[in-house]
């Protein structure tokens, strides 16, 4: 373990070096997230998966450049040039930027005007120039670098050999680089121009076709559409400064006193910035605004999965799943309470009178005889419609009709783990059953899912597929762990989510299921094939097991500590399970007993709020929706009109609502509050019912813009003196003149009104 990477991560999170080592040594010893923060508190300092997860993706980020180091050492010297002063350097550089930039002079590299220039001998004559001594007179040095022979017609020739030698080592030193690297952070714009002539093919990037904007404001949402209407040839995209401010940069760092080399220098740094070092940098800035572009949208797609994964469960009831569709009907399929495919069929609601009636009398006999008590509609083509018509069924028992988010079934019912399921069935049977098992238990069936294809995610083609996949995986894994899992009837993969399993061992772990029956125990699952003590450590804690004769074994006390338990039910005179239905005997336990060397406050403290609610599912209670009645189509929206919606999706400038129309309305993030919101998620989550009111609607662009505004503003709270004196100071991009003058166009993305005027709260 490096000690030096633990220090460097307990400064950047401002923990304890013991924490980050502790954490670092679980997570080497195999230790997944979701147990370390949940089993391991003691050894971590109760640190949470937020934090753990910085600490594992750190220390990866830091032995990638560790390992870059070496290979930078060894390669210069084996060129016999790593002096002492360079190796300090390189090994005290702290990021992968800095290491490439001492890197670069030493770096191989294809023939330049500089190399040609030193083949014709020219150097010398470079570093007299470069040196600007006072009694140097360029034009005349340079005559005796004339020569015909090696290429070198005239001194002219001598002097322009000279600058590009002293342009590439301008361009290559490691000071001048970050300088200018710094001038494009702080004053770079975005310039973003439609190229001549695809007006009319790039129509969806109109906002763009004229758009700039500072670099240290643009938001990833902006950056990632420009990049993509460029990547697609609508767009040209450029970051631009000041080119001769930018010029005194460099002046400023090579430059001596005045003399007879002054104006051969000058020239150099020119050819320099513009021929060598500007691309360069832009090209370093584009990319780097691009990875923060990048973690800024895989962390809102991350958090709108958490969301929707963790949506509210019906819990198991014996569901009526309809698919809507007009011309080819309503597929139909009946599940159990536990999800199982009891009944398969097709319905013509929607194709005349009698085909309607018939379809009424299907479903009103399929409700009475599979005992249903709920319907799953999905919200896709003719969702309304099949709901009003539903609705409109005299059932003679009471069913709840639920709309029910489609997104990702069709990529389900089509997928590997669909044909496994239900090989003899069609992709519409298995897209209903989706639709079915999505409203009994959201997680359980969306794991099945690839989170891209759920329909959370922003941009999610355009960011690092791997970063994202991690990112994603994270989510999927902590919710499926927060949760639980019943051992008995998970599917191969939910329990592939399960800390310490994956793939293999839940294959594994549901073929001994379906040879052996169902586990009695949570040991039980040790006579699996190839799950071992360390398997079993980090997963059972997690796995659920509904009817077990251990009652800790429901629950999500682990295995290592029933004896723990045990000892508590001991000392208060009850069984374990008295000891989890009564209260009054949970009060007796005085915790401090049960402190050992292992085991502190933090694990006792788990275990006690667990006794009291064992199994507890950590998600909120299900509550029925119903979208406005008459309110089925883009068409009869109006402004004005205060509507129910379900928050669909959540982005970086606002979110999008569905209020049953087939087109999800924006509410842009300046229509959430009457006061300045920077994040959508400080008002919203995915899957939130809200009601809202209609600003605006264009049928031909199905363009809804809605708002959550209601009543009146708030008085808006100022600050004091001393509050407004001490405010962080963010530095201010390049100050507007004649030259730059602000070109005051609207935010692409605010479709709803002017700026908001941010008031401090």
């Not at 104006?263 to 923060?292: C, F, G, M």
């Amino acid at each position: 373990m490096n000690a030096l990477h633990i220090q460097k991560i307990a400064l950047e999170l401002g923990i304890g070096a013991h924490q980050v080592l502790a954490t670092a040594e679980l997570l080497e010893e195999g230790g997944t997230v979701p147990f370390i923060s949940r089993y391991r508190k003691e050894k971590t300092g109760s640190l949470d998966e937020v934090a753990i997860t910085v600490i594992r993706d750190r220390l990866a980020q830091l032995k990638e450049l560790d390992a870059r180091r070496d290979t930078i050492l060894k390669t210069i010297s084996d060129q016999g040039k790593l002096s002492d002063e360079l190796k300090a350097r390189i090994e005290a550089a702290e990021t992968l930027t800095v290491l490439e930039d001492l890197y670069l002079p030493y770096k191989p590299k294809r023939r330049t005007r500089a190399t040609i220039a030193k083949e014709k001998g020219l150097e010398p004559l470079a570093v007299l120039v470069f040196e600007q001594k006072a009694d140097l007179n360029p034009v005349t040095e340079a005559h005796a670098y004339v020569d015909a022979e090696k290429g070198v017609a005239n001194v002219d020739e001598a002097l322009a050999g000279a600058r590009d030698i002293i342009a590439e080592w301008i361009t290559e030193d490691a000071q001048a680089r970050e300088r200018i690297r710094e001038f494009y952070t702080a004053q770079g714009i975005y310039e973003c121009k439609v190229i001549k002539g695809k007006e009319q093919d790039g129509f969806k990037y109109e906002n763009y076709f004229d758009w700039s904007e500072p670099v240290t404001k643009s938001p990833s949402h902006r950056i990632l559409a420009m990049r993509r209407g460029e990547k697609e040839g609508f767009l040209r995209l450029r970051i631009t400064v000041t080119e001769q401010e930018a010029v005194y940069v460099l002046e400023a760092l090579f430059l001596k006193e005045a003399c007879a080399s002054t104006d051969q220098v000058k020239a150099a740094i020119a050819d320099a910035y513009k021929r060598l070092l500007a691309p360069s940098i832009e090209t370093e800035i584009r990319l780097a605004s691009k990875k923060k572009a990048e973690v800024e949208a895989i962390a809102v797609f991350a958090e709108n999965l958490r969301q929707l994964l963790l949506a509210s469960p019906l819990g198991q009831k014996r569901v009526l799943a309809l698919d809507p569709g007009f011309r080819t009907g309503c597929k139909v399929v009946c599940l159990d309470r536990q999800g199982k495919l009891l009944h398969d069929d097709v319905v013509y609601p929607h194709s005349g009178a009698g085909a309607a009636a018939t379809a009424a009398e299907t479903v009103k006999s399929l409700v009475e005889r599979f005992e249903i008590e709920a319907i799953a509609i999905g919200n896709g083509t003719a969702s309304r419609e099949t709901e009003a018509f539903v609705k409109k069924i005299e059932l003679t028992r009471k069913v709840a009709v639920v709309m029910v988010n489609e997104s990702g079934a069709s990529v389900y019912s089509a997928s590997d783990v669909a044909r496994e399921e239900f090989p003899d069935k069609d992709v519409t049977v298995r897209g209903a059953v989706s639709i079915g098992r999505r409203l009994t238990d959201p997680l359980a069936e969306l794991v099945k899912i690839d989170p891209k294809s759920i329909g959370v995610g922003q941009y999610q083609h355009d960011v690092d597929q791997s970063q994202l996949k991690q990112g994603l995986d994270d989510v999927v894994i902590s919710c499926v762990n927060s949760v639980g899992v019943e051992l008995n009837t998970a599917s191969k993969q939910l329990l592939t989510y399960v800390s310490g399993l994956g793939p293999q061992l839940a294959q594994n772990i549901v073929a001994y299921r379906n040879e052996n029956g169902a586990f009695s125990s949570r040991k039980a699952i040790c006579e699996v094939p190839r799950l071992g003590a360390k398997a079993f450590e980090q997963a059972a804690g997690f796995l659920r097991i509904r009817d077990a004769a251990n009652p800790l074994d429901r629950s999500a006390v682990h295995p290592e500590r029933y004896a723990i338990v045990d000892a508590m039910a001991a000392d208060v005179g009850c069984t374990v399970a008295e000891l989890m239905t009564d209260g009054t005997k949970r009060q007796k336990i005085q915790l401090d007993k049960y402190v050992t060397e292992d085991v502190g406050l933090p694990t006792l403290n788990d275990i006690m709020a667990e006794l009291a609610k064992p199994g507890r599912d950590p998600r909120q209670q299900f509550e029925m929706f119903e979208f406005a009645e008459g309110i089925e189509k883009i068409e009869h929206v109006q402004p004005g009109m205060t509507l129910p919606g379900i928050v669909t999706n959540i982005t970086a400038f606002g979110a999008f609502v569905d209020i049953g129309v087939h087109q999800d309305g924006l509410v842009h993030v300046s229509e959430m509050s009457h006061h300045y919101i920077k994040d959508p998620n400080e008002v919203v989550k995915v899957h939130q019912k809200v009601t809202v009111t209609v600003k605006d609607v264009d049928v031909v662009k199905k363009r809804i813009s809605l708002s959550m505004k209601v009543g009146k503003p708030e008085p808006a709270r100022t600050r004091s003196v001393n509050q407004t004196l001490n405010k962080p100071v963010t530095p201010k991009a390049r100050p507007v003149s004649k030259k730059n003058p602000p070109k005051p166009r609207k935010d692409p993305n605010e479709p709803l009104g002017d700026r908001l005027q941010i008031i401090w709260n």
